[in-house]
Nanobody, 125 residues
Framework: QVQLVESGGGSVQSGGSLRLSCAVS????????MGWFRQAPGKEREGVAS????????IYAASVKGRFTISRDNGENTLYLQMNALKPDDTAMYYC??????????????????WGQGTQVTVSS
């Protein structure tokens, strides 16, 4: 059973920063691509950032590119999302996710099999 536990969410003012973490209980963590997704009330889930296995290729949604950075520590089985220059539009529940067997990055939620419970990020103007 793969478990993902997010942490690091909170409330910040516009322009502030937060760092989200996702601890993954999976001994083969390094083999699979990971992603961060978010969902705001009344909106569809959106892929934010994703990172491949091993070579750490990354992709980002246009709305966060240049402000967010995804990274992974394969030794610690942990995924990170550094969020800078936060805007009120970034307010959402943020989820980390793992693919079941893919090694390439993706912003398509259908490619991901395992999800965390989410951590709330609120950005005030």
């Amino acid at each position: 059973q793969v478990q993902l536990v997010e942490s690091g969410g909170g409330s910040v003012q516009s322009g502030g920063s937060l760092r989200l973490s996702c601890a993954v209980s999976r001994y083969t963590y390094s083999r699979y691509s990971m992603g961060w997704f978010r969902q705001a009330p009344g909106k569809e889930r959106e892929g934010v950032a994703s990172i491949s296995s091993y070579y750490a290729a990354t992709i980002y949604a246009a709305s966060v590119k240049g402000r967010f950075t995804i990274s992974r520590d394969n030794g610690e089985n942990t995924l990170y999302l550094q969020m800078n220059a936060l805007k009120p539009d970034d307010t959402a529940m943020y989820y980390c996710a793992s693919t079941r067997g893919n090694s390439y990055p993706s912003l398509n939620g259908a490619d991901f099999a395992y999800w965390g419970q989410g951590t709330q990020v609120t950005v005030s103007s």
